[in-house]
């Protein structure tokens, strides 16, 4: 928990990071809260006084981004739609960065046949197809938030192990964990007391990219329609769009999700670079 205060605390002394974690938690805000000040129901159909459906209305005031096709309401589905994003994005990005992490600790602390098998393992995944790996997947599976989100962290996690093994190969050789070694401690507590420690700047940082990641993945699983049909989510909305041929005709239908979607990627990458920018000084000279 301390190190999650010292990122929140580091991220907002940075200017670009302290609008961004504004952002992100006026998206949190809307995730928790979006369902209650939704006017209409996620899936709730819209009619008039004449007892008529409300379709492909431009934004107005009853309606302050229109209507889509099947007479919904884009606001409320917009709303409705901020759970599953934050939702998908920060437990997807939280068991990825756990799975790295732990294989990444083990095979750079213990080294030979441990660390050449969990890496060959690593090389496997690293090699499967990213998104069509994940799309069969939830045909095998079923389609829901759950199988989305292990279907990602099964195959995120790869990058994450490689990164911290790298960094637990150098600090397995410092002279503190030489130190706790002549103490009596055991494997175990050097690992997660000594060397986890001070790889968590490099897990928080992946956390924060894996979150962006995993926030694309999902958009991108529900435009391409293999999301939770039971689920509005800021990708399905678009799909819904693109399936009834009206990207051009209803714009309104369309942009609100792409442009949440971008502008909530966007305030969680620079998040990551903010934090990154503190913690490796040399990342300020890098342009972006």
């Known amino acids: 928990m ?11 002394r940075h200017p670009s990071g302290k609008i961004s974690l ?14 209650v000040l939704a006017p209409y129901g996620a899936f709730e159909r819209v009619y008039d006084a004449n ?3 409300v379709r492909l209305v431009s934004p107005r005031w009853e309606h302050p981004l229109g209507t889509t096709l099947l007479g919904r309401d884009v606001l409320s ?3 409705w739609g901020a759970r599953p994003a934050l939702v998908i994005g920060l437990l997807t990005a939280v068991g990825t960065v756990a799975i790295g992490l732990n294989v990444g600790l083990i095979a750079g602390y213990f080294g030979g046949r441990l660390d050449s098998l969990l890496m060959r393992i690593t ?10 790996f994940i799309i069969v997947l939830l045909s095998l599976t079923g389609r829901n938030i759950w199988t989305i ?10 990058s994450t192990a490689r990164i911290i093994r790298a960094q637990v190969l150098s600090l397995r050789e410092m002279p503190f964990i030489s130190a706790a070694r002549t103490t009596g401690a055991s494997d175990f507590d050097i690992l997660y007391r000594e060397v986890a420690p001070n790889v968590m700047p490099l897990a928080l940082i992946g956390v924060t990219f894996a979150v962006a990641w995993a926030i694309i993945t999902e958009a991108s699983i529900g435009f391409l329609g293999f999301g939770d049909p039971d689920v509005v989510s800021w990708g399905s909305i678009i799909y819904q769009a693109y399936a009834s041929q009206m990207m051009y005709r209803a714009p309104w239908w369309v942009l609100p999700p792409g442009i949440a979607i971008m502008v909530l990627v966007t305030a969680v990458y620079f998040i990551g670079r903010a934090y990154e920018e503190v913690v490796n000084p040399r990342m300020r000279d890098i342009g972006t």
């Open 2 to 12: 301390s190190h999650f205060i010292d990122f929140l605390r580091i991220v907002w």
């Open 22 to 35: 504004l952002v992100f938690g006026l998206c949190i805000i809307l995730a928790v809260f979006g369902p």
């Open 51 to 53: 007892d008529n459906l």
């Open 77 to 79: 589905q917009m709303l």
């Open 123 to 132: 090389d496997i995944f690293l090699g499967l197809p990213f998104l069509p």
């Open 149 to 158: 989100i292990f279907a990602m962290m099964i195959v995120m996690w790869r």
